[in-house]
């Protein structure tokens, strides 16, 4: 309510007041398409197709706007305006956690009063004449009600209107509307019913092929077979998130089951295919790395021809999946959760993904201060010397300055180049933390109206480094 009734609501006003109603409008559609078509994909993110000015909003909605509302506003509203919306948001995510210490709260109390000293911007433009609001009064009292009753761990009133859908809404829909209590309930035993026998069926294979296959496998006196966990991993390809059930362990990664078809599989080939000339010099130098581990060397100044060659097999993948521990996003048993990173030329037969991630240098500084971002071009991995390599062909980005962006609270970074030529690696999957999701720094100048996200990681000279594409990346990055 106080984001997308308050906050959204102001700026667009605030717009269209200070720019006049044609010129606020042509804004507000700029953000829009930033927002549409500029933010490159990453598991979980939510388009809007027809904006962000639709009517029957949802929390959800509010939810996935919060990801990349921010980075849209930046050069088309004032400074002030800015940092109310990144204290909100902060306010939000760290309420939000699944538990919360005292240092939680005390950067919970910050965030609340630098959102009071910036809200006073809707004021001083004439926006607003008060900000005496229920719906905001209310987050005075997280503090005290987190202290006496703990961490809300996610309540929302989405999660009973939900449940209010399921459970009142549609049996009310489906009954005749007159002495609909019996019915009601009626539906919603029956439905149960089925839903439990579809889960029975399911485990005990019996939900597989047609109906008819299934009656021919019966006449032919065949026993259905429960599915493995097998069956399960390789027809899951196309899920890119979701909760995962494990041990606790900070982070994992491992390349996707299935390998690409379609490549060489020696390096020149190889090379040839992804339009990377360069792909065997750097799998050189980082076969160097790997023989030369306590060298105090920089691969980088090693001549080449120092280097172990390579001429073997190569394996392609088009995806990694990496595991990590995040209790306070939708995780399953041990608080693990689970996000596919994509590297493929041409997905899902209409544009080419190659997405960012966070790779670790140093895991005694936190956040981006021990982490850089890179792009995946290719993911493969080859046997040398009887070891097997897990790897990934990445784009560097490098930080812009020491420090978070003083506006909006994100790392900014820029692709890193070699003269004219982008700063290509090979690295090992292991030293990948999980994905990176980068916002465009769009400045003040208007979008084109024919820009395609696919375009964005290698249009814009820099690019904010999100913390709210989920709760796990803003505790990673929030305190850095």
């Excluded at 294979?205 to 009656?215: D, H, K, V």
């Excluded at 995962?244 to 190889?270: C, F, Q």
């Excluded at 037969?349 to 790779?359: I, K, L, M, N, Q």
Aim: glycine residues 8%; charged residues 20%; contains cysteine.
């Amino acid at each position: 309510g106080t984001f997308k009734d308050h906050l959204v609501t102001w700026v667009n006003q605030y717009l269209i007041e200070e720019h006049g109603e044609a010129r606020g409008l042509d804004i507000i559609q700029d953000i829009d398409r930033r927002i549409i078509s500029a933010v490159p994909p990453f598991p979980g993110l939510r388009r809007f197709p027809d904006g962000r000015d639709f009517a029957q909003w949802t929390g959800d909605d509010s939810k996935s706007l919060m990801k990349v509302y921010l980075a849209a506003i930046v050069g088309h509203v004032p400074v002030d305006m800015v940092k109310c919306i990144s204290a909100f948001l902060d306010f939000c995510y760290i309420a939000r956690r699944n538990a919360i210490s005292a240092e939680d709260l005390n950067s919970l109390q910050d965030a609340l009063t630098r959102f009071h000293q910036y809200r006073d911007i809707f004021i001083h433009t004439g926006i607003r004449i008060d900000i005496s609001l229920p719906r905001q009064h209310s987050l005075l009292h997280y503090f005290r009600s987190i202290r006496l009753f703990g961490s809300p761990n996610g309540l929302c009133s989405s999660i009973t209107e939900s449940k209010h859908i399921k459970a009142v809404k549609e049996p009310w829909r489906r009954s005749s509307q007159y002495h609909a209590l019996v019915q009601m309930l009626r539906t919603i035993s029956r439905l149960d019913k089925l839903a439990t026998t579809r889960r029975v069926f399911t485990k005990q294979g019996m939900m597989e092929g047609s109906t008819s296959s299934y009656t021919a496998m019966v006449l032919w006196g065949v026993r259905p077979q429960p599915p493995t966990n097998s069956d399960h991993n390789d027809n899951d390809e196309d899920q890119d998130l979701g909760p995962v059930s494990g041990p606790k362990v900070l982070s994992s990664i491992e390349l996707a089951k299935t390998p690409a078809r379609g490549y060489l599989h020696d390096v020149d080939g190889l090379a040839q295919i992804i339009n990377q000339p360069r792909f065997p010099e750097v799998l050189w130098r980082f076969l160097w790395d790997q023989v030369n581990p306590d060298s105090s060397r920089s691969p980088h100044d090693v001549p080449l021809d120092e280097c172990p060659r390579f001429g073997g097999h190569i394996t392609v993948y088009h995806s990694a999946i990496a595991c990590f521990y995040a209790p306070s996003d939708l995780c399953g048993t041990g608080g693990m959760y689970r996000e596919r990173i994509r590297s493929t030329p041409d997905w899902r037969g209409e544009y080419p993904r190659y997405d960012t991630v966070f790779v670790e240098t140093n895991t005694e500084l936190p956040g981006m201060r021990g982490m850089v971002v890179a792009r995946v071009l290719l993911f493969f991995s080859f046997s040398f010397r009887g070891q097997n390599y897990p790897c990934a062909l990445v784009h560097w980005f490098v930080p812009v300055g020491g420090e978070p962006d003083d506006e909006t609270g994100m790392w900014v970074v820029r692709p890193e180049f070699e003269g004219n030529r982008r700063s290509l690696a090979v690295i090992h999957i292991d030293c990948i933390a999980r994905g990176a999701h980068l916002l465009p720094v769009f400045g003040s100048s208007f979008l084109p109206e024919d820009f395609h996200f696919s375009d964005s990681l290698h249009a814009f000279r820099g690019y904010f480094v999100s913390r709210h594409a989920d709760h796990h990346m803003y505790e990673s990055l929030g305190s850095s």
